[in-house]
């Protein structure tokens, strides 16, 4: 089964800028969606298809995928900001959907 | 505005069963796929099911298959999860989650508050 690797966590200070990876097998040749997840709250999308926002997430969340890495980069960092991230894919092999184990975002 | 609300969770003892719901409003439920997430204490998202608009296909990860079923409603627009011979770690909170789009490696845009269920002795 397909597997997604993230970083456990990352720590910057606020307005700087945060870049949360996303590691598979042949990554560029699929679609990453990215979730931020506040404690006790439920996932909110931030990115779809890679690079897309959805609308009232700002223009600081951004995406991008290639190779074998995707990466969530937000920048000017707030402290509204600190919570967990998850990248998103679907296995096309088993027609599964596959999360990567979360990035905890720390704003110092 | 689009709802997502689940309910049926709770505490139930190792080998018995359980059945969720998810009533959904704000959006033609009759014509998205669905999903359910769930996540244990302390831990990451873990994929559970998926259903097609229509119910017409259903796909499970491994470690729920051939103990849940996931089906829907739609004059309801409810989603459910039936689950049984449940297991300590299948406790949980359990989250349904719409599609934004119509194609199988879609985003999921909305997400209910969750529902919690613990499997205990």
């Known amino acids: 089964s397909y597997v997604l690797t993230q970083p456990p966590s990352v720590s910057v200070a606020p307005g700087e800028t945060a870049r949360i990876t996303c590691g598979g097998n042949?990554?560029?040749?699929?679609?990453v969606h990215w979730y931020q997840q506040r404690p006790g709250q439920a996932p909110v999308l931030v990115i779809y298809y890679n690079r897309d926002r959805p609308s009232g997430i700002p223009e600081r969340f951004s995406g991008s995928n290639s190779g074998n890495t995707a990466t969530l980069t937000i920048s000017w960092v707030e402290a509204g900001d600190e919570a967990d991230y998850y990248c998103?894919?679907?296995?096309?092999?088993?027609?599964?959907?596959?999360f990567g184990g979360g990035t905890k975002l720390t704003v110092l | 505005q689009v709802q997502l609300v689940e309910s049926g969770g709770g505490v139930v003892q190792p080998g018995r069963s359980l059945r969720l719901s998810c009533a959904a409003s704000g959006f033609t439920f009759s014509s998205y796929g669905m999903h359910w997430v769930r996540q244990a204490p302390g831990k990451g998202l873990e994929w559970v099911a998926v259903?097609?608009?229509?119910?017409?296909?259903?796909y499970y990860a491994d470690s729920v298959k051939g103990r849940f079923t996931i089906s829907r409603d739609n004059f309801k627009n409810t989603l459910y999860l039936q689950m049984t011979s449940l297991r300590a770690e299948d406790t949980a909170v359990y989250y349904c989650a719409k599609v934004g789009c119509s194609s199988p490696n879609c985003h999921f845009d909305f997400w209910g508050q969750g529902t919690q269920v613990t499997v205990s002795s």
């Open positions: 998103h894919v679907w296995d096309s092999t088993n027609h599964h959907q596959v």
């Open positions: 259903i097609s608009y229509d119910g017409s296909n259903k």
């Open positions: 042949n990554l560029g040749s699929k679609s």
